[in-house]
Protein backbone atom coordinates (compact mmCIF):
# COMPACT_ATOMS: atom_id res chain seq x y z
CA UNK A 1 0.00 0.00 0.00
CA UNK A 2 1.14 3.32 -1.13
CA UNK A 3 2.01 5.86 1.64
CA UNK A 4 -0.29 9.29 1.41
CA UNK A 5 1.87 12.48 1.29
CA UNK A 6 0.68 14.68 3.81
CA UNK A 7 -1.12 18.15 3.54
CA UNK A 8 -1.14 21.44 5.37
CA UNK A 9 -4.26 19.94 6.54
CA UNK A 10 -2.29 17.48 8.36
CA UNK A 11 0.14 19.27 10.38
CA UNK A 12 0.68 18.94 13.42
CA UNK A 13 2.21 20.84 16.26
CA UNK A 14 5.75 19.20 17.63
CA UNK A 15 5.14 16.34 15.32
CA UNK A 16 7.21 14.72 12.44
CA UNK A 17 6.60 15.73 8.77
CA UNK A 18 7.09 13.27 6.01
CA UNK A 19 6.64 14.18 2.70
CA UNK A 20 5.21 17.37 2.32
CA UNK A 21 4.90 18.77 -1.36
CA UNK A 22 4.87 22.80 -1.12
CA UNK A 23 5.33 25.68 -3.54
CA UNK A 24 8.16 28.48 -2.32
CA UNK A 25 6.09 31.37 -2.17
CA UNK A 26 8.56 33.61 -0.56
CA UNK A 27 12.08 33.78 1.14
CA UNK A 28 12.94 36.20 3.70
CA UNK A 29 16.73 37.66 4.06
CA UNK A 30 19.19 35.47 5.17
CA UNK A 31 20.80 35.54 8.99
CA UNK A 32 23.44 34.17 10.53
CA UNK A 33 22.39 32.44 13.70
CA UNK A 34 24.68 31.02 16.74
CA UNK A 35 22.74 28.25 19.07
CA UNK A 36 24.09 25.47 20.85
CA UNK A 37 22.90 23.32 18.32
CA UNK A 38 23.50 24.97 15.11
CA UNK A 39 25.62 28.23 13.80
CA UNK A 40 25.39 29.11 10.20
CA UNK A 41 22.90 30.40 7.72
CA UNK A 42 19.06 30.61 8.11
CA UNK A 43 16.01 32.52 6.43
CA UNK A 44 12.49 32.00 7.10
CA UNK A 45 10.17 31.36 3.93
CA UNK A 46 6.49 31.24 3.42
CA UNK A 47 4.61 28.02 1.50
CA UNK A 48 1.65 26.74 0.38
CA UNK A 49 -0.14 23.73 -0.90
CA UNK A 50 -3.51 23.36 -2.08
CA UNK A 51 -4.84 23.13 1.12
CA UNK A 52 -3.63 26.47 3.14
CA UNK A 53 0.19 28.23 4.10
CA UNK A 54 2.52 27.31 6.09
CA UNK A 55 5.82 28.61 7.48
CA UNK A 56 9.31 27.20 6.25
CA UNK A 57 12.79 27.18 7.91
CA UNK A 58 15.50 27.10 5.49
CA UNK A 59 19.27 26.42 7.54
CA UNK A 60 22.82 25.76 5.82
CA UNK A 61 23.17 24.83 1.91
CA UNK A 62 19.11 25.74 1.33
CA UNK A 63 19.29 29.24 1.97
CA UNK A 64 21.02 29.86 -0.69
CA UNK A 65 19.46 26.69 -2.69
CA UNK A 66 15.77 27.34 -2.47
CA UNK A 67 14.21 30.36 -4.41
CA UNK A 68 10.64 31.66 -4.72
CA UNK A 69 8.25 30.04 -7.12
CA UNK A 70 10.41 26.61 -6.93
CA UNK A 71 8.83 23.57 -5.57
CA UNK A 72 10.05 21.50 -2.72
CA UNK A 73 9.31 18.30 -1.13
CA UNK A 74 9.96 18.15 2.74
CA UNK A 75 11.22 14.80 4.06
CA UNK A 76 11.71 13.57 7.80
CA UNK A 77 11.31 17.02 8.97
CA UNK A 78 9.24 18.59 11.81
CA UNK A 79 6.54 20.50 12.57
CA UNK A 80 6.32 23.77 15.26
CA UNK A 81 4.12 26.47 16.57
CA UNK A 82 5.41 29.99 16.74
CA UNK A 83 3.47 32.95 17.38
CA UNK A 84 0.08 31.00 16.62
CA UNK A 85 1.43 30.10 13.06
CA UNK A 86 2.90 26.20 12.18
CA UNK A 87 6.39 26.15 11.11
CA UNK A 88 7.67 23.19 9.37
CA UNK A 89 11.90 22.67 9.00
CA UNK A 90 14.24 19.96 7.88
CA UNK A 91 15.25 19.53 11.44
CA UNK A 92 18.97 17.52 12.41
CA UNK A 93 17.72 14.59 10.09
CA UNK A 94 15.18 15.73 7.11
CA UNK A 95 15.91 17.30 4.16
CA UNK A 96 14.21 19.49 0.77
CA UNK A 97 14.69 18.36 -2.62
CA UNK A 98 13.92 20.57 -5.59
CA UNK A 99 10.65 18.87 -7.14
CA UNK A 100 8.88 19.82 -10.44
CA UNK A 101 6.57 22.50 -10.01
CA UNK A 102 3.21 20.79 -8.82
CA UNK A 103 -0.06 20.71 -11.20
CA UNK A 104 -3.38 22.48 -10.55
CA UNK A 105 -6.16 20.14 -10.23
Not at 43 to 54: E, F, I, K, L, P
Not at 58 to 73: F, H, P, Y
Amino acid sequence: MARRKMTTANLEHDRPVVDLDLIVLRRYPTRHVVGRKYTGPMAAACARDRDGVVGLLLWGDDVERIRSGQAVRLERGWCRARDGALVVSTGRHGRLRLMEPLQSR
